[in-house]
């Protein structure tokens, strides 16, 4: 059974550089799958954040490119999300998912960690 | 950039057939994959590539799409499908639908 499992801090500082992470069980992220992230503000719908592929091919939301960097660590079976410069806007709970390789739905969920940017 | 338009809510009464749409520019020319989402829980994947359920979603979950407009039929619905739905195509990124609450009363 594929588990994941996001970690990381649950309040961050504007301006700061989120970083989590996302354990991956029960499945090697260098099978044929894509690894990604998405967020979802207190109260409002589902935000995509990007994806990763252990090849290297990375997909990322053009409102988020400039700031998000999603990358693998086979090693270790996880992989990571940065984004930086955050603000208030920022403050979310973050989901990692496993995404289809071909067609990009999202077929395994973490169970979210939630994140808010404040002084 | 593309935009996917849902209902912000739909109602249906218990046992009945609920209908949730989503509508996008040529919508019937992308795959487009359902999660439902219960208050305080992740989203789970109950329809991809627009017809297929994956293994555990019960069979009264179906989905179609043709020309501008996917839809999410829920037949006999029960209490414990009251959730958001949203609705998800690829379009050199993955873009969502504003998701549609569906209240079960």
């Known amino acids: 059974q594929v588990q994941l499992q996001e970690s990381g801090p649950g309040l961050v500082k504007p301006s700061e550089t989120l970083s989590l992470t996302c354990a991956v069980s029960?499945?090697?992220?260098?099978?044929?799958?894509?690894w990604g992230w998405i967020r979802q503000p207190p109260g409002k719908g589902l935000e995509w954040i990007g994806i990763?592929?252990?090849?290297?091919?990375?997909y990322y939301n053009p409102s988020l490119e400039s700031r998000v960097t999603i990358s693998l660590d086979t090693s270790k079976n996880h992989f990571s999300l940065k984004l930086t410069s955050m603000t208030a806007a920022d403050t979310a709970v973050y989901y990692c998912?496993?995404?289809?390789?071909?067609?990009?739905?999202?077929?395994?969920w973490g169970g979210g960690t939630t994140v808010t940017v404040s002084s | 950039s593309y935009a996917l338009t849902q209902p912000p809510s739909v109602s249906v009464s218990p046992g009945q057939t609920a209908t949730i749409t989503c509508s996008g520019d040529?919508?019937?020319?992308?795959?487009v994959s359902w999660y439902q989402q219960q208050p305080g829980q992740s989203p789970v994947l109950v329809i991809y590539e627009d017809t297929k359920r994956p293994s555990g979603i019960p069979e009264r979950f179906s989905g179609s799409n043709s020309g501008s407009t996917a839809t999410l039929t829920i037949r006999g619905t029960p209490a414990m499908d009251e959730a958001d739905y949203y609705c998800?195509?690829?379009?050199?990124?993955?873009?969502f639908g504003g998701g549609t609450k569906l209240t079960v009363l």
């Open positions: 998912a496993r995404s289809h390789y071909f067609y990009y739905h999202m077929d395994v």
């Open positions: 040529k919508l019937g020319d992308k795959y």
């Open positions: 998800q195509v690829w379009d050199g990124s993955v873009v």
């Open positions: 990763s592929y252990h090849s290297g091919s990375t």
């Open positions: 029960g499945y090697s992220i260098s099978s044929g799958s894509y």
